[in-house]
C-alpha cells in the first residue's frame, strides 16, 4: 500500500513481526520503533544516492554480476545478522521513531 508505509510498519509489528524486510525503489529510509526494518533495493541509483539509509543492495541481479540464489544468502545472512542484534542503518541513525495506526472513517 504506497503512502502508508509506518501503518503497515505498525500492523506488522502487532501482529508479531519481529524483523520486516522493505524494499523500495525510490528510497523510504523511515525505520520503526517497535521491530528493526531491512531497508533493500534493486535500483543501483537509489543505492548510490543513499546507501547511508539503505541496508542492503540487490541491484547485482540485475545487472547480472549475481543469481537469485547468491543475493538470497547474502540477505538471508543480514536477516539473521540483524534478528540476533546488529542495527540496522535506520537504527544507527536514529530513523525509526515514528509509529502510526492507519484508520479509515470516522474516529472518536
Given at each position: 500500500m504506497p503512502g502508508h508505509g509506518f501503518e503497515?510498519?505498525?500492523?506488522?509489528?502487532?501482529?508479531?513481526?519481529?524483523v520486516h524486510l522493505f524494499t523500495?525503489?525510490?528510497?523510504?529510509?523511515?525505520?520503526?520503533p517497535i521491530m528493526p526494518v531491512i531497508k533493500l533495493t534493486g535500483n543501483?541509483?537509489?543505492?548510490?544516492?543513499?546507501?547511508?539509509?539503505?541496508?542492503?543492495n540487490?541491484?547485482?541481479?540485475?545487472?547480472?554480476?549475481?543469481?537469485?540464489?547468491e543475493a538470497g544468502r547474502r540477505l538471508f545472512e543480514e536477516l539473521v545478522k540483524v534478528?540476533?542484534?546488529?542495527?540496522?542503518?535506520a537504527e544507527v541513525l536514529r530513523y525509526d521513531e515514528s509509529m502510526e495506526i492507519l484508520?479509515?472513517?470516522p474516529v472518536i
Open positions: 503497515n510498519l505498525t500492523g506488522l509489528a502487532a501482529a508479531g513481526a519481529v523500495t525503489g525510490l528510497g523510504a529510509p523511515e525505520g520503526h543501483i541509483n537509489t543505492w548510490n544516492k543513499l546507501n547511508t539509509h539503505m541496508d542492503f540487490v541491484s547485482s541481479i540485475i545487472d547480472g554480476t549475481e543469481t537469485i540464489e534478528a540476533s542484534g546488529k542495527l540496522t542503518k484508520t479509515y472513517g
